[in-house]
């Protein structure tokens, strides 16, 4: 009877209500969104929710098709889910199960009194634990009055013998709905392995419910998993659009072109898909990290961006007709580049480099258009032995490749006995000097204090300063930089000077233009293009090549 009960409730109504109306429309209603927010080493003793907008919360789970399925609720406004193992609270520690619980704290969990009634329905269960001084539970789909809160069963024994009733606990699955900032239970859940306790933000129905977490706020509702019965794995369940719609505008200024972000939302779906599944261990589709995708609630999202998602429900970058790896950065400076270049992948047709075209008309807008960093060769050498390469002190900098689109393939150091030290890819050429971008070039100058000397028989050069060297065809050509000579057993370069070891070294200015990996879409690109009058379809297809929307 009770299960007949259950199953007329859950339905998909109350998410659906919150969908964007478009959405509705056009028919795209999907299973809604788990996103990880804690999980892993970093679960929870205890996970506070404080309203927002809207008030209280219903208390219920999930069936298999993520409906929600309302078996309680609490008008207060501020509520913490604990595990019911031994959990005090205190004002010093909080919620803990750590053993290190002050004498001032207070027992939570997890024994308590269970009395001898049947309450058929919440409201029952609640006014009979309002009369008792308890709270209502609902205990593997019976619900149940309960009171106290004990460390050990024989604590609750003996004050269930003095109140008529039983020393009752929980699984290792069950959590305790608590008012923040007290020891004082709401709420008990216990739904076994398979159901954990969701909670639904807001009662009325008629405010969309806006919930703090974290110091973020958040969309949807909270589901806390107790993954083999350990601490809380939290998640956020809501509709994909929202997701998308809250993605979109971390991603991309909401007062950027309409196109631009109707293209960072179809990434953000694509994206979406691509890591699906990666979490199934944890009961969860996608994590909030940039593991899978960066998310961090309803950040800054308004009328534009749920636009943005509204108006591309359910498109998303195919190649071949499968999801593409839709990768994206802020900025390419002029041209975007190959998978291969970047990372050594094997390549990756929809990811190769393209020539842009179109940033330089908003460079003025781009804070790093245009960006130059100053090293001398000590700090060079400092920084490829701080990660572990065995160089002698670093004498050049030099770009020894470059792609067709124009960015640095590969680059080397050349050391003072005449080592070079290449490197290649985006972990050479871009990150190991922390540049913002591989698109660069490099000059060198020498510093004015100080210069090279070399010893030649019949006398000592002091300094390069106006030495000139004469070329084959007999021309002459200043001698800059770190110059080399060579002799029977190989190249060389002259020695470094002694003495202070500032005195004569080089110093290289990278002059650079762009920011971020060059991998996908440029969305700098994607706002130019959309300034221009181009759609999100074909900002898309011009930097994911060979792709089609749908
Ligand atoms: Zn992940």
């Given amino acids: 009877m009770r299960q007949k009960w259950l199953t007329v409730l859950c339905t998909a109504a109350l998410l659906s209500a919150f969908l964007p109306p478009a959405a509705r429309a056009a028919g795209t209603e999907t299973v809604p969104v788990l996103v990880g927010l804690v999980y892993g080493s970093d679960a929870l003793d205890g996970a506070n929710l404080k309203n927002d907008a809207g008030s209280g919360y219903r208390f219920g789970y999930l069936d298999t098709d993520r409906n929600f399925c309302p078996v309680g609720e609490t008008r207060e406004t501020g509520v ?41 329905t919440f409201e029952e269960a609640r006014a009979a634990a309002d009369a008792a001084g308890g709270f209502p539970a609902w205990i593997d789909g019976a619900y149940q009055v309960r009171t106290g809160a004990y460390a050990t069963r024989e604590e ?3 004050a269930a013998d003095a109140a008529g009733g039983t020393a009752a606990g929980t699984s290792s699955y069950g959590v305790s709905v608590v008012k923040t900032g007290t020891a004082k239970i709401l709420f008990q859940f216990d739904g076994g392995a398979e159901r954990s306790l969701t909670v639904q933000p807001g009662t009325d129905g008629t405010t969309r419910p806006v919930t703090w977490f974290k110091g973020n706020r958040y969309y949807g509702a909270f589901q806390y998993r107790r993954v083999g019965g350990g601490d809380l794995t939290v998640s956020n369940l809501l509709p994909l659009e929202d997701y998308i719609n809250c993605v979109v505008s971390r991603e991309m200024s909401r007062s950027w072109p309409l196109e631009a972000l109707k293209a960072q939302a179809v990434c953000a779906r694509t994206y979406y898909e691509i890591n699906l599944g990666r979490h199934n261990a944890s009961g969860f589709d996608i994590c909030s990290t940039t593991h899978c995708q960066a998310y961090y609630g309803m950040g800054e999202t308004d009328s534009r961006t749920a636009q943005a998602a509204a108006e591309t429900a359910g498109l998303r970058v195919l190649y071949n007709g499968t999801p593409a790896q839709t990768y994206y ?4 400076g002029g041209g975007t580049e190959d998978v291969r270049n970047v990372w050594g992948s094997q390549p990756i047709p929809y990811l190769s480099g393209v020539a842009d075209p179109y940033e330089a008309a908003v460079s003025d807008k781009i804070s ?34 470059t792609t067709p689109t124009g960015n640095v393939k590969s680059i080397a150091f050349l050391d003072a006995n005449g080592k070079s030290w290449p ?25 004015t204090s100080g210069g090279v000397y070399y010893t030649d028989g019949g006398g000592t ?25 060579i002799t029977g057993s190989g190249t060389q370069f002259l020695p470094a000077p002694t003495g202070s070891t500032s005195a004569g070294e080089n110093v290289f200015t990278v002059t650079g233009s762009g920011w971020g990996h060059s991998v996908g879409m440029s969305q700098w690109g994607a706002y130019a ?22």
Wanted: hydrophobic share 35%; net charge positive; charged share 15%.
């Fill in 80 to 120: 913490s889910v604990v595990k019911t193992q031994t959990v005090w609270y205190g004002t010093y520690n909080g919620y803990t199960s750590y053993s290190d619980a002050v004498t001032s704290d207070v027992c939570v969990g997890c024994w308590h009194v269970q009395l001898p009634l049947a309450p058929a």
């Fill in 156 to 158: 609750a024994q003996a």
């Fill in 329 to 332: 950065f802020s900025s390419s």
């Fill in 368 to 401: 790093y258009w245009s960006w130059s960093e100053t090293f001398t060769a000590a700090q060079l050498t400092e920084k490829l032995q701080a990660k572990g390469y065995n160089c002698a002190s670093i004498v050049d900098f030099q770009i020894t490749a």
């Fill in 423 to 447: 490197f290649t890819k985006e972990g050479g050429v871009r990150n190991l000097l922390g540049l913002k971008s591989m698109r660069y070039t490099v000059s060198a100058s020498e510093k």
């Fill in 461 to 485: 050069l002091t300094s390069m300063s106006g030495v000139y060297a004469i070329g084959g065809s007999g021309a002459a050509a200043r001698i800059t930089g770190n110059p080399y000579v």
């Fill in 529 to 550: 293009m959309a300034q221009q009058g181009k759609t999100f379809e074909q900002i898309l297809t011009f930097y994911y090549p060979g792709t089609e929307i749908r």
